[in-house]
């Protein structure tokens, strides 16, 4: 049974290829389940120990997706699904950054202590 917000039978199609194949010889527990739980643990924005436990136990989903995030397993799925969306024409390349509303701490601009500016004989290559 699917549950809301899971992957469906299309998306883990597209999902399967991208995860590694196990190394190890010993039975583990379904990648999609565990994909699942990861997806499920971020979209809630809990901690790992409260994954419901229909996931499995949230030491091997912390693993898994910790060995994924390490050996470039999410990257790789962000570029196959950015180059579906691009191939089917729905991705819009134009970016377009309004710098005025980036807000900096006044001493990320090099400010001096107490706010004063420095006086222009202070100020290298000055006249």
């Keep these: 049974m ?7 039978d299309e998306e883990w199609k597209f999902v399967r290829p991208l995860l590694p194949e196990s190394l190890r010889g010993r039975k583990r527990l379904d990648d999609r389940t565990v994909f699942n ?3 499920w643990k971020f979209r809630a924005g809990t901690a790992w120990r409260d994954v419901p436990e229909r996931y499995g136990p949230w030491a091997t989903l912390h693993t898994r997706f910790r060995r994924w995030a390490l050996d470039g397993t999410f990257e790789r799925m962000l ?4 180059a579906r969306a ?3 024409g729905e991705v819009d390349w134009l970016v377009s ?3 005025t509303v980036v ?6 601009a ?3 202590n107490g706010g004063s500016a420095a006086p222009a ?6 006249a």
């Design 86 to 88: 691009d191939a089917a």
């Design 110 to 112: 090099g400010a001096r």
């Design 2 to 8: 699917i549950r809301r917000r899971e992957l469906s």
């Design 97 to 99: 950054v309004d710098s």
């Design 79 to 82: 570029e196959a699904a950015q």
């Design 37 to 39: 739980g990861i997806v």
């Design 121 to 126: 004989s202070d100020v290298p290559g000055a």
């Design 103 to 108: 807000r900096a701490h006044q001493h990320s």
